[in-house]
C-alpha cells in the first residue's frame, strides 16, 4: 500500500466530475489517504487513532465511480467519529454502530449534493438514489448497485455475471468450487457444493461463473 501524491491521487483514480468534491472533502477534513491493492474481504478501509489520527484506504482496482462512492462511505465513517470526538464535555459519549444511524446521515448528506447532477452516469445514479434511501454496509450487498457500477469496468469478464441472476438448480463455479443454486432468502442463496455435498449460504451479489447444468 503506498500514500501517492495528492493531485496525483485525485487525477488518477477519480471521475473527473467528481475529483474537485472528493478532493476537497480531503482538504476540509484532512486524513491520510491511501491507495491499496486488491482485497477481496473489502472495498475501502476507515481507521482511527488518537496518535496517528485519521486514515482512509480504497482498493486502486475499482473502477473510477466505484472508486469515489467507496472514499464517500469511508469519509463518512470519518464524520462520524468527528462526530463523537466532539462530543459535548460532560456527556457521555454515546457509542456509534460502525453501519449505524450516525453513519447513515453522513453518508446521505455527502452524497445528496450529487444525486441530482450529472457527477454520476444516469443509469447509476437511478441505482444510487435506490440504494441511499438505507445505505448497506457493503455495496455487494444491493445486486442492482453492484451491476450498476459494473458498466463502468475497464475489463470485464462477459463469462461471469450476479448469483441473483441465475436460477434455482443451476451450477455455478465459485472461488475455484463448484455449487448448485437451491433456494433464495432475501439477500443470500442456500447453495450446494457439489464435491463435499455440504450447504453454503452465498451473497446474491457475488460475481460467479456459470458452469453447465447439475448432474
Known amino acids: 500500500m503506498r500514500q501517492p501524491e495528492p493531485k496525483e491521487t485525485f487525477?488518477?483514480?477519480?471521475?473527473?466530475?467528481?475529483?474537485?468534491?472528493?478532493?476537497?472533502?480531503?482538504?476540509q477534513y484532512p486524513f491520510r489517504f491511501?491507495?491499496?491493492?486488491?482485497?477481496?474481504?473489502?472495498l475501502g478501509d476507515y481507521r482511527y487513532s488518537k496518535e496517528s489520527g485519521h486514515e482512509i484506504s480504497v482498493n486502486g482496482t475499482l473502477n473510477p465511480y466505484a472508486f469515489a462512492f467507496t472514499y464517500l462511505h469511508e469519509v463518512a465513517h470519518l464524520l462520524t467519529q468527528q462526530e463523537r470526538n466532539h462530543w459535548p464535555?460532560?456527556?457521555?459519549?454515546p457509542v456509534f454502530r460502525?453501519?449505524?444511524?450516525?453513519?447513515?446521515?453522513?453518508?446521505?448528506?455527502l452524497m445528496q449534493p450529487l444525486l441530482?447532477?450529472?457527477?454520476f452516469p444516469l443509469p447509476l445514479r437511478t441505482a444510487l438514489e435506490?440504494?441511499?434511501r438505507n445505505p448497506s454496509a457493503s455495496s455487494g450487498a444491493d445486486p442492482a448497485l453492484v451491476a450498476a457500477f459494473r458498466a463502468f469496468d475497464s475489463v470485464r469478464n462477459d463469462n461471469k455475471m450476479l448469483l441473483s441472476d441465475l436460477k434455482h438448480g443451476d451450477t455455478f463455479h465459485l472461488n475455484g468450487r463448484t455449487f448448485v443454486k437451491e433456494t433464495t432468502r432475501r439477500t443470500r442463496a442456500l447453495c450446494l457444493e457439489l464435491k463435499?455435498?455440504?450447504?453454503?449460504?452465498?451473497?446474491?451479489?457475488?460475481?460467479?461463473?456459470?458452469?453447465?447444468?447439475?448432474?
Open 116 to 119: 441530482g447532477t450529472e457527477a
Open 89 to 93: 464535555v460532560g456527556k457521555r459519549k
Open 34 to 42: 491511501k491507495i491499496a491493492r486488491h482485497r477481496r474481504s473489502r
Open 98 to 109: 460502525p453501519h449505524g444511524p450516525e453513519w447513515k446521515r453522513h453518508f446521505r448528506e
Open 196 to 215: 463435499s455435498r455440504r450447504k453454503y449460504t452465498v451473497s446474491e451479489a457475488a460475481w460467479v461463473e456459470r458452469a453447465g447444468d447439475a448432474p
Open 130 to 132: 435506490r440504494h441511499m
Open 11 to 27: 487525477d488518477r483514480y477519480f471521475p473527473a466530475s467528481l475529483t474537485q468534491y472528493c478532493q476537497n472533502l480531503w482538504l
